[in-house]
Structure formats: C-alpha cells, structure tokens
C-alpha cells in the first residue's frame, strides 16, 4: 500500500517538486494556514489512548525496505502522531513553559527549513551570521546595556563573541560554565589550561581538591547536567536549602568560604532569574557581590525569566542581572520562538575565546566563523525566528505580552486566595504560580494541629493534589503540572502543589475560572476529601 517506485526519477522528483495541490500534504498545509488552532483542536487532547497503545504504532525496528508515496506517508503521520500530539495552544494548557506560538513562525519555518543554512561556518551561512551576532548583540544590551561604541566595536569582531546561540537553556548552562572552567583553570605560566591538560593536571597544578558551583535547591536539573559533563562532578554542585524559595546571600557566602577553607574551588554561582518551579528571582544584586568577594564566576539562569527585562515595569525583578559574567536566555520561552532558541551571553567579548577551536577545513584563526566557539556543531538558522520576532513585536510589544502575563498570574493568585477550599503556596514573582485544593475546615485544622498531626494532615492533602492533578490531565480538557517544594508554612517537609504557567497569551480569566471550578468538582468527588472532612488522615483509607 503506497509503495512507491524504487527509481533515481522518483527520488529527484521527490527533492524537487512540490507536492500536487490535492494531495494529503498540499490539504495539511492548506489547513494549517486556514486556521491553526482549529486544526489542533481538531486532532489533540480529546482521544484517551495510553502511552502503551501509541507505543504499539512504534514498535517496528527494522528500517521499511521500500519508498512510500509522501502523500501516503502523510496520512500515517496524521493518524498516528498528529491525533495523539499534546495541544499546547490551547488556553486551558497552563502547566508548562511551552505555549502557543505567534502564525508567523509557520512560514518562516518553511523558509528556514528551505534555506537550510549552516550557521557552523560563513561558508554554509553567509548573511545568517552577521544576522545571528546581531541578535546576540541585542540580547547583549537588553542585560548589560552597553554604549554605541562597545557595539560598534564587538558586534561583528572576528577575535570576540557577545554570546553563543544554541539550542536550549541547557546548552547555555553548559556553555557559560565551561567557558567559566577554562577561564578560571586557564593557562598560565607553567601550564597550558585545562582545555589543553585536562582537569586531573588543572587541579594538581593549581593544588585544588574539587571545583565546585554553587545554586539554590531549586537551580534547574540541567545545572547538574552541566557539571557532569564538564567534568566537574555532580556532588560538586552545592545546591543550598531555600525555604523561601530563593538563594540566601549570607548564607552563599558562608557556605562559599566553608568550601573554599576545605581546599576546594567554588568555580562559579548561579543565579537564577525565574526559577522553573516556582518563578522566583534570587537576590542577583546581593549574589553577585558574594561571587567577587569569593572571587568565583557569577552566570545567571534567565532561561524562562529573561524576557521580563522587556518590561519596564518588571525588569526590576532581575535587578543586578547586568553584574553576571554570563546569562543564559531561551527565546524559546517567553519569547514564543519555537523550540531550539537558546543563548549564552557573555558580559566580556573576550571570555569566549577560552573555548574558541580551529580546524583546518573551517573555523580557520580569524574567521568568523560561529562554530569556533559553540559547543554545537552545525546549527540551523533558528537565529532568524528571534531576529524576526524582536522586529515585528518590538520591545514594547515584548513588554506588553510580559505585563499580561504576570498580572493574569497575580489575578490568577487573587481567585486562589478567595476561594475558601484553595490555598496559594507561592505567589507569582513573575507569571508562575503554585497552590493546593484542601477544604476549609482542614486548612483551619492545619493551624493548630500539632506536628505529627500536621504531618499526616499534609500527606493526605498530598494525595488529594495528586488525585486531582492526574484526574484533570485524563479528563483532557485542561493541564496543570504539579511538582514538590518546601515551603516557609511547612518547614518539616515538602508539600505536592499545583504549578501553573501564564505562558499563554490566549489564556483568559474565564478560562481560570474554569480550571478552578473543574479542580474543586474533581476534588470534592474524591474519597480522599471525604477522608479529610471526617478527620481520617491515614494514607490506608
Ligand atoms: C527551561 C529552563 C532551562 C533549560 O532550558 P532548555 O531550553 O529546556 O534546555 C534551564 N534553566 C531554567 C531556569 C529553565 O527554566
């Protein structure tokens, strides 16, 4: 079935003609430009099939031997793939980071994918790179705010980088710690650094026992990522306890010099502006004085936050930001770029040279070839998407989608409060929110009861939280995520909250309302909230 011709006519037919106007491909494309939304409500969320079901439609591991009409193809991958796909444009899709996107992204795509441009090197890019250092250059001087002249004299400069472009905010975090490991472990006089020698020499040269990089608790999992592969070890990051949610600046410094005496090398602090699980903004101002008086690198993780700094109402919240040595943005967040958006920025042109690589075919001293100093190799022109995005919605437009979103968070938060069987665990920093469902009478209960008491109490109302947060999933109408934090009211243990994202600009308060509402009837039908307005606390019942 759809067996197409095994022939060289067939396959140059297949890399050079568009597909007939009739054909499955052409009525996709067509339906994809008519109406997005309509098309992915169309196909999404609505049909229950377990994972194990969808595993079965990919169960084949032997490469198909023969060709197969696109078109036909086409049909597969809409039954198959399309109809069980997750509808992040829908405005009731409110628990991740990942949303709808602006139209324009479609065909601009098309125009990346046609391009094909390889940003690795000038000779597979040409006016990409000038376009993606522009980007960079912009993204720059959102953070550090530098003058005409430093622009001028950076922005296109063979011997310097304002930042890497890459895939993701993991790939930032990678970036910026490993140039911060070569600066910091960098040659010196009876020593080639340790991109050259390697860590093992770096440590007995410069007599360290362990290097280390500093976070709070709740620092994003690819920081632990970032030291194992840089080779630094996953014990060596030092992720300190934050009740309130955020990095303690005394006790960074303590915790910092309490390392150092040890004989080991705090190699950097991170802070984080927007935390993934709860939104909030660590003390950058104060972080980054404790950074230079232990004399460590400071990068900031503004992967999900960094785009507040369009606001000039809010940009306040990363106050001290433009004081990091690196910052790592995904345009791919708040931004509404599609995925493969992210940047390391370097507040020194000069600091990525310590990773900088030649080869004799490309990346030759004094090109300007990006790859030279990215982790990546060959990369797509996704560059283009925020170059795009930056001119037709401008900072003030920027500024707006950002304003939206945190006071649809804080009125959000204000709906929570008011809701007597609902109680707001974190409070929206910026668009991100977390609370719990528990009926009334047990939140008064929780006040006085005493700690074991408030111990079993919590663990049910845990369940209850799990019970509804998986419910509401399956019944497929709306998403809320849900994750575990300590929190300043239950400082013996962590709680299970809801965690909502106001990602979504086509999210509307009726929409909220509506979440609560199917939360609340969700909950209340629970034998677990039955159990807690009798008093039976045990996880048995
Ligand atoms: C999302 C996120 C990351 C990781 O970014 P990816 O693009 O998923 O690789 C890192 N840090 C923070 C704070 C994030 O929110």
């Known amino acids: 079935m759809g067996e197409a011709q095994v022939s060289l006519k067939h396959l140059f037919r297949v890399f050079t003609k568009p597909e ?54 086409a049909e597969a991958l809409l039954e198959k793939l399309v109809a069980h796909s997750v509808n992040t444009y829908s405005p009731t899709f409110i628990g991740h980071m990942t949303s709808a996107l602006p139209y324009f992204h479609l065909p601009l795509a098309k125009l990346l994918v046609g391009l094909n441009q390889n940003l690795v090197k000038i000779e597979t890019s040409k006016a990409f790179t000038p376009l993606e250092r522009q980007v960079l250059g912009m993204m720059h001087n959102l953070i550090y705010g530098e003058d005409d002249a430093f622009y001028h004299q950076y922005l296109h400069s063979a011997r310097h980088a304002l930042g890497a472009f890459c895939s993701g905010g993991t790939i930032a975090n990678i970036t910026a710690l490993w140039v911060a490991r070569n600066k910091t472990l960098g040659p010196t006089k009876g020593f080639s650094g340790v991109a050259k020698e390697g860590l093992a020499a770096a440590y007995r040269f410069y007599n360290i026992s362990n290097l280390g990089v500093m976070c709070s608790k709740r620092g994003h999992y690819s920081l632990s990522k970032a030291v194992d592969a840089l080779g630094i070890g996953r014990q060596q990051l030092l992720t300190i306890p934050c009740p309130d949610q955020t990095l303690d600046p005394q006790t960074a410094l303590t915790e910092g010099k309490r390392y150092q005496e040890e004989g ?45 700094l369009f606001s000039n109402q809010y940009r306040d919240r990363l106050k001290g930001i433009h004081k990091a040595d690196s910052v790592t943005i995904d345009a791919h967040k708040q931004m509404y770029v599609p995925m493969g958006a992210g940047m390391a920025l370097f507040k020194n042109p000069e600091d990525a040279n310590t990773v900088r690589h030649h080869a004799q075919y490309i990346l030759r001293e004094g090109s300007k070839d990006l790859g030279a100093t990215t982790l990546e190799g060959s990369r797509n022109g996704m560059a283009m998407m925020v170059y795009a995005s930056l001119h037709i919605f401008g900072r003030r437009g920027y500024e707006l989608l950002i304003d939206q979103s945190i006071e649809k968070a804080k009125a959000f938060a204000q709906m929570i409060e008011k809701h007597p069987d609902f109680e707001l665990i974190t409070a929206p920093t910026l668009s991100l929110l977390t609370y719990r469902v528990c009926p009334a009478s047990v939140q008064k209960k929780l006040q006085t009861a005493n700690v074991k008491t408030r111990r079993s109490m919590n663990q049910k109302i845990d369940r209850l939280v799990v019970n509804v947060q998986k419910l509401q999933r399956e019944a497929g109408k709306s998403f809320v995520s849900r994750t575990r934090l300590e929190s300043p009211d239950y400082p013996d243990r962590s709680v299970t909250v809801f965690r909502v994202v106001l990602a979504n600009p086509l999210t509307t308060q009726n929409d909220l309302t509506a979440i609560l509402a199917e939360q609340h009837q969700i909950a209340t039908g629970t034998k677990t909230w039955q159990d807690l307005e009798e008093g039976k606390y045990s996880l048995s019942h």
């Open 264 to 308: 080991n090398k705090l190699l950097a602090i991170v802070g984080i502006g927007g935390t993934t699980e709860t939104g909030h903004v660590d003390p950058l101002d104060e972080l980054a004085d404790v950074a230079k008086e232990l004399g460590c690198w400071f990068h900031v993780d503004a992967a999900w936050g960094g785009a507040t």
């Open 20 to 73: 007939h106007k009739d054909s499955k491909l052409a009525q996709i494309e067509q339906h994809l430009s008519d109406n997005i939304l309509d098309f992915l409500s169309q196909h999404v969320v609505t049909k229950k099939t377990s994972l194990e079901e969808i595993e079965q439609d990919f169960s084949d591991a032997i490469v198909p031997e023969s060709p197969e009409f696109v078109s036909t193809h």
